[in-house]
């Protein structure tokens, strides 16, 4: 399985966008996902995180209150809907599982997408004026 299909864009400070992330194999082995993103100049940064065993949520501190990570209960999607836009918010931004069993808190944390065995094509997102 792979995680693929990440659609970003542009928009204005303020603005919201939605990121999907299609991954084969969630209901045969992945436990989680997680969103980075890598601006100009700065290191690779944890943005959110879910356990699909009980559906717990985990934040960046970036993103706390202003992004959501949801999954389709139907489909092999995870969403990241991100509100209230700001520049500093631009990046190219990754959705990543692993094959096997990881957590979130690590994952989220310093250097936490080192361990991550399957990432997503990165897409742009911009905000600005």
């Known amino acids: 399985g792979a995680a693929r299909g990440v659609w970003g864009g542009s928009v204005q400070p303020g603005g919201s966008l939605r990121l999907s992330c299609a991954a084969s194999?969630?209901?045969?082995?992945?436990?989680?996902l997680a969103w980075f993103r890598r601006a100009p100049g700065k290191e690779r940064e944890g943005v959110s995180c879910?356990?699909?065993?009980?559906?717990?949520?985990y934040y960046g501190d970036s993103a706390k209150g202003r992004f959501t990570i949801s999954k389709a209960a139907d489909k092999n999607m995870v969403y990241l809907q991100m509100n209230n836009l700001k520049p500093e918010d631009t990046a190219v931004y990754y959705c990543?599982?692993?094959?096997?069993?990881?957590?979130?808190?690590?994952?989220?944390?310093?250097?936490?997408?080192?361990?991550?065995?399957?990432w997503g094509k990165g897409t742009q997102v911009t905000v600005s004026s």
């Open positions: 990543a599982t692993n094959l096997t069993p990881f957590p979130c808190q690590v994952v989220m944390g310093p250097g936490g997408h080192v361990g991550m065995d399957i």
């Open positions: 194999g969630f209901t045969s082995g992945y436990t989680g």
């Open positions: 879910m356990h699909f065993s009980d559906g717990s949520t």
